[in-house]
């Protein structure tokens, strides 16, 4: 989606910002998606506000795109590849499905290491939610505060969700040229959210905790998740444990609990 300033840049470079008429002809015949077409009228709107410009602007409707799951093996990839203070913010979002822009808004205060709580800052006009998060990112986190002397009050990652995407991307490219894996380029940022709320609604199959969990206000946007990973497929990583101490590791590792045979307590993971 453009923003309001490209958007008007746009607009600005084909035509006269105070002809309505021509502004809206434009966007019409311009031959974008309905999405980019979407933006364009919304920048165009905030102007004519701005400006006391009487225009009938239309409304267009953004085009729905297939949302698409990577494997919990490439996100691993991803994560343990870059940076020490990058593979800490990856591992938050395939955790705890935070928006870029949630992880770099989050305080040092914000993450409750001792009982591994991360209480975000929700966009979008979200709801607030509690998030748990892992042995393995706790120690992450906790190394990343003391290595860079961080106090309560302070930004827990520097830079902004504009800084962060662009160094994922660098990131994720150059390693798929590395490793001649040319599908690490098609994932994204979202896309770590995107395999929390799957990961999330087929290990519960509670929709109303999974909407909760992503901080949505509408069921309609969670329920997208329902039908985007096949339930009956063998795409399955197995564990046992004897004891509860191994249970425990296993659960907390992600795995789910599937039955108890000879005192052999099993469980298993999506890969």
Known sequence: MLSINKSLSLLGRYCNLGNPEQVVSFIAKHDVS?????????AYRKYCKFHNIDADIPFYKADSKPVRIPTNEKLEVL???????????????KETGLRPIEVQLLKVK???LEQRLVYPKTAKHGSSRTLKISNRLQSMIQEHV?????RPEEQLFKGNATQYSKNFRHMRNYLANKLHEPSLATITLYSFRHHFACATYHRTKDLLFTKQQLGHRRIETTMVYCRLIDLNDDDWTSKTATSTVEAQKLIECGFEYVTTFNNIMLFRKRK
Do not use: A
Request: with cysteine; glycine share 6%; hydrophobic share 30%.
């Open 34 to 42: 309905s999405g980019t077409k979407e933006s364009l009228c919304y």
């Open 110 to 112: 914000d993450v409750d």
């Open 146 to 150: 003391i290595r860079n002397k961080l």
């Open 79 to 93: 994560i343990s590849n870059p940076s020490r203070t990058l593979g800490t913010k990856l591992l938050l979002s």
